[in-house]
């Protein structure tokens, strides 16, 4: 079955400490995105990768970082610098824009909380 | 940046009865999209209505788009208990290859 698998499903984060949260994917998407979820704000970009080897920065990339070295996988590392880091993010996938936005598969999501 | 706003923010209804929920949005966009949520899980891809579409049928659900008005409707006909969840509207934020922007969702609630 392809489909995006996102782990932990609950993480917790101590006060000056980088977490990682992982994201796979086996649709062969060339596209992936990583988004914050806040109660009553809906969903917030973090960060985008188009293709292997390049991403950009979304709406609230500051204390985050990424990497996309493979094309099934795009980790989110949140960093001690993120002073706010509670929120369930979702990790998502598409086949490559060309001029319009493709329909996005979304993995079930991480709870990050602090400690 | 948000593009999309959907009203109303909260919708209960009866078993059986219809929903409407409405996205409002701001600039020119290639399509609209809508997806569902439901607690606690990834968003699910439901619909995609193009700028040039006005209207599109998928099972129980109508979407309609008016350019002019900036405005699209998601309409569930016979809801269910199961149709309860959170469902959310997704634009262009311009016209072009950008990133997908979320509104803040209408959370549906079916009472059987």
């Known amino acids: 079955d392809g489909g995006i698998t996102q782990s932990p499903k609950y993480l917790f984060r101590k006060e000056g400490q980088n977490v990682t949260l992982s994201c796979e994917q086996n649709l062969n998407h060339d596209a992936m995105y990583w988004y914050r979820q806040d109660p009553g704000q809906g969903l917030r970009l973090i960060y985008y990768s188009q293709i292997v080897n390049d991403f950009q920065k979304g709406d609230i990339a500051e204390g985050y970082s990424v990497s996309r070295e493979k094309k099934e996988s795009f980790p989110l590392t949140v960093t001690s610098a993120q002073k706010n880091p509670t929120a369930f993010y979702l990790c998502a996938s598409s086949i490559r824009s060309r001029g319009s936005n493709q329909p996005q598969h979304f993995g079930d999501g991480t709870r990050l909380s602090i400690l | 940046s948000q593009q999309g706003e959907e009203d109303p923010q909260a919708l209960s209804i009866q078993e059986g009865e219809n929903a409407t929920m409405n996205c409002s949005y701001k600039?020119?966009?290639?399509?609209l999209q809508w997806y569902r949520q439901n607690s606690g899980r990834g968003l699910v891809h439901l619909i995609l209505i193009r700028s040039n579409e006005r209207e599109k049928h998928s099972g129980r659900l109508r979407v309609t788009l008016d350019t002019s008005k900036k405005s699209s409707s998601l309409l569930i006909t016979a809801s269910r208990a199961a149709d309860t969840a959170s469902y959310f509207c997704?634009?262009?934020?311009?016209?072009?290859?950008?990133?997908?922007?979320f509104g803040k969702g209408t959370r549906l609630s079916v009472i059987a």
């Open positions: 997704a634009t262009d934020r311009n016209s072009g290859n950008t990133p997908l922007v």
């Open positions: 600039t020119s966009i290639n399509n």
